[in-house]
């Protein structure tokens, strides 16, 4: 018989998750908020898969998505809001925001941007890992390129914190690197095939881990009821920033996954 979710262990599913909890540690090895310090590694325009995101569930959803969902509010969370793109996107269409980011620079940043937009969020400096919000706090919790910098127990904390933290029958958006990517297996290994630290190129020293679809579905399956997953694939979306890795040898690979509150 097939174990019933091979990531998880009961213990965990309890909220008993050892993970990495020194908040300097993470910090000092965040290598974007280094990055953060030139314009030219800040994103302005959404995401083409937030787009698809906000206007197939959130804007015109279908009658069967919204037999299978429970959203009623608008209180949105950006995990690793990182500039805040995708704040500013949400912004124009009303919705109630918060943002949280692990660096100085970046809220920084955002904090600034939303001012002369005269736009308005909360946020937060926090780890992922540890999110200062309520049970249930909010409707929808979106975070793309973000939860990846963790090793895989990391990684489930935060899915615990994000499964927290989004009221049942909401929606969570989240992008894992898939090992289609290029930098699949380039640095320390840390986990055998699943988690290294890069020695070179922009994202140096930050830790990072990689999942094939089945592992990434089932890290979200114990909370969330997996409506979409899809492959995202591009070249370097930032090819001119100061370091940016050799475009002939980049190739940016994501599963894209949107659940909803068990
Ligand atoms: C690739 S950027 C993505 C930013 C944003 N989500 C976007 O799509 O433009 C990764 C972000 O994750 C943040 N980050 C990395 N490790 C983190 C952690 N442990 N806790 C919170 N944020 C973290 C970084 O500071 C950075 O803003």
């Known amino acids: 018989m097939l174990k019933q979710n091979h990531m998880w262990t009961e213990e965990e599913l309890n909220g008993n998750i050892s993970y990495n909890n020194d908040t300097a540690d993470i910090s000092e090895k965040n290598s974007w908020h280094n990055l953060f310090e030139s314009p030219q590694w800040i994103l302005m325009n ?54 949280s980011d692990l660096s100085t620079n970046a809220i920084n940043f955002t904090k600034f941007e939303l001012e002369r937009r005269k736009m ?68 320390t290994e840390v986990l055998e095939d699943v988690t290294y630290i890069p020695a070179e190129g922009p994202e140096k020293g930050l830790i990072h881990t990689f999942l094939s679809a089945a592992n990434a579905a089932a890290l979200l399956e114990p909370f969330f009821i997996i409506d979409k997953l899809y492959i995202s694939e591009h070249p370097p979306l930032m090819p001119n920033a100061p370091g940016a890795t050799d475009p002939n040898e980049y190739f940016g690979s994501e599963y894209v996954l949107i659940g909803i509150r068990r």
């Open 120 to 187: 308005n969020a909360r946020l937060n400096l926090c780890p992922m890992t540890d999110l200062p919000y309520e049970n249930g706090e909010f409707d929808i919790t979106i975070s793309r390129a973000v939860i990846n910098h963790g090793t895989l127990q990391d990684m489930k904390k935060v899915v615990y914190e994000v499964a927290r933290t989004t009221r049942k029958g909401g929606l969570f958006f989240v992008t894992f690197s898939s090992e289609r990517a290029s930098d699949w297996k380039k640095g």
């Open 46 to 99: 959404p995401a083409e898969e937030i787009v698809d995101f906000y206007h197939t569930y959130l804007d015109s959803p279908s009658r069967q998505f919204r037999n299978r969902t429970n959203l009623q509010g608008n209180k949105l969370h950006d995990l690793g809001c990182g500039g805040g793109r995708h704040l500013y996107y949400f912004a124009e269409y009303g919705f109630d925001l918060t943002g």
